[in-house]
């Protein structure tokens, strides 16, 4: 009988230990596993950052040749009008 709560007990103390070392060892990668976790989470912050800095930036440039293709038109209006203008000018001079 002796022998059998002996053994029982030694039983109970061997998983105890197996019992602490995995527990140690599954926080220690856990710790790890966190440790990771962060680490991409940050990464993928920047990366979210850098890919919203480039959209802007190809925004900006898609708005700047908009606005040099109507600066173009709006050169080749006034061209237009000045033309037209000096015409005037030259017709009310003929008359004078």
């Known amino acids: 009988m002796e022998k ?3 053994n029982q007990l030694s039983e109970i ?7 602490k070392s995995r527990n140690l060892r599954l926080e220690t990668e856990n710790e790890e596993l966190r440790k ?3 680490n991409y989470l940050q990464l993928l912050e920047a ?8 959209s802007l930036s190809v925004q900006q440039e898609i708005l700047g040749q908009s606005l040099s293709g109507d600066k173009k038109v709006l050169l080749k209006e ?6 037209m203008i000096d ?9 004078i």
Request: with cysteine; glycine share 2%; charged share 35%.
């Open 78 to 83: 006034l061209d237009k009008y000045i033309l």
């Open 13 to 19: 103390t061997s998983k105890i230990k197996r019992l």
């Open 47 to 54: 990366q979210k950052k850098e890919t919203e800095k480039a």
């Open 87 to 95: 015409k005037c000018i030259a017709a009310v001079n003929a008359k």
């Open 36 to 38: 990771s976790v962060f």
């Open 4 to 6: 059998n709560i002996g």
